[in-house]
C-alpha cells in the first residue's frame, strides 16, 4: 500500500498570512491525526480526525483548524500565520476497518510539510 | 493533562552493545505504548507497540511496559551505527481515539 503523503512539502509564507496544508491517509484507514514538531517543543498533537469528525484536539489557539473528507483525504489550516508557527506540520492516519482494536491504534506519517514564516 | 517523560541523551553506546531507552508517563488509565524512531530530518517511524505488562520481543527490539510503575522501555539489542536516531516515546491520547502524546525524544548515538 502507499504510505500517508502530504502536500506541499515545503512552504514559506509571512506572518499574518495563511496556510492550507493536505495529507491523504494510507488507503483503508480512517482516522487522521495532526501534529506539529518544534526543535523546542517536540512532536505535539494538533487534533485527530475519524468520519469527518474532529474526534481529540490538543491545546492549540483557534488559528489552527482542519477537517476531513469523506475520502479520509484532510486538511489543516493556519490563520494569521505568527513566527512561532514555523514547524514540521505531520499528519498521521490508522484505523483501518475490520482491524482488531489494538492495531487501529498504530499511526504512520507521512513525510510532513517544512513551514516556514517570515 | 498526559504527560510523557523521557530524558534526551544523548545516549551514547558502542557498536554490538545493548541500548536502553526509558520512557515514564503520567496518566495511570493509559493502555496503549509506543515506540517510534526518527532520523534527523525524517518523520518518526512506528517500530513498537505494547499493550499488556511484560516484554514484547521484536527481533532486536525489546518493549518493556510496567502499568504499575507507568513506566516503558526499549531495549536494542546488538546495536548498530544504523540504530542512531531520535527515539520517541508516546501514549495514546485518549483511548476514544488514536491521537498520540509524545515525549521529546531520546537521541541515541551508537558508534562502530
Known amino acids: 500500500k502507499a504510505g500517508v503523503t502530504q502536500t506541499p512539502r515545503y512552504l514559506i509564507k509571512t506572518r499574518g498570512q495563511q496556510v492550507t496544508l493536505s495529507c491523504s491517509p494510507i488507503s483503508g484507514h480512517r482516522s487522521v491525526s495532526w501534529y506539529q514538531q518544534t526543535p523546542g517543543q517536540g512532536l505535539q498533537f494538533l487534533f485527530e480526525?475519524?468520519?469527518?469528525?474532529?474526534?481529540n484536539k490538543g491545546n492549540f489557539p483557534g488559528r489552527f483548524s482542519g477537517r476531513q473528507f469523506s475520502n479520509s483525504r484532510s486538511e489543516m489550516n493556519v490563520s494569521t500565520l505568527e513566527l512561532g508557527d514555523s514547524a514540521l506540520y505531520l499528519c498521521?492516519?490508522?484505523?483501518?476497518?475490520?482491524?482488531?482494536?489494538?492495531?487501529?491504534?498504530?499511526?504512520?506519517f507521512g513525510p510532513g510539510t517544512r513551514l516556514t514564516v517570515t | 493533562q498526559k504527560e510523557v517523560e523521557q530524558n534526551s541523551g544523548p545516549l551514547s553506546v558502542p557498536e554490538g552493545a545493548i541500548a536502553s531507552l526509558n520512557c515514564t508517563y503520567s496518566d495511570r488509565g493509559s493502555q496503549s505504548f509506543f515506540w517510534y524512531r526518527q532520523y534527523s530530518g525524517k518523520s518518526p517511524e512506528l517500530i513498537m507497540s505494547i499493550y499488556s505488562n511484560g516484554d514484547k520481543e521484536d527481533g532486536r527490539f525489546t518493549a518493556q511496559l510496567n502499568k504499575a510503575s507507568q513506566y516503558v522501555s526499549l531495549l536494542i539489542r546488538d546495536s548498530q551505527p544504523s540504530d542512531s536516531a531520535t527515539y520517541l516515546c508516546?501514549?495514546?491520547?485518549?483511548?476514544?481515539?488514536?491521537?498520540?502524546?509524545f515525549g521529546k525524544g531520546t537521541t541515541l548515538s551508537v558508534s562502530s
Open positions: 480526525y475519524f468520519s469527518e469528525t474532529q474526534r
Open positions: 498521521a492516519s490508522a484505523g483501518e476497518a475490520g482491524e482488531p482494536t489494538f492495531r487501529s491504534y498504530e499511526q504512520y
Open positions: 508516546a501514549v495514546v491520547f485518549n483511548q476514544a481515539g488514536t491521537a498520540l502524546i
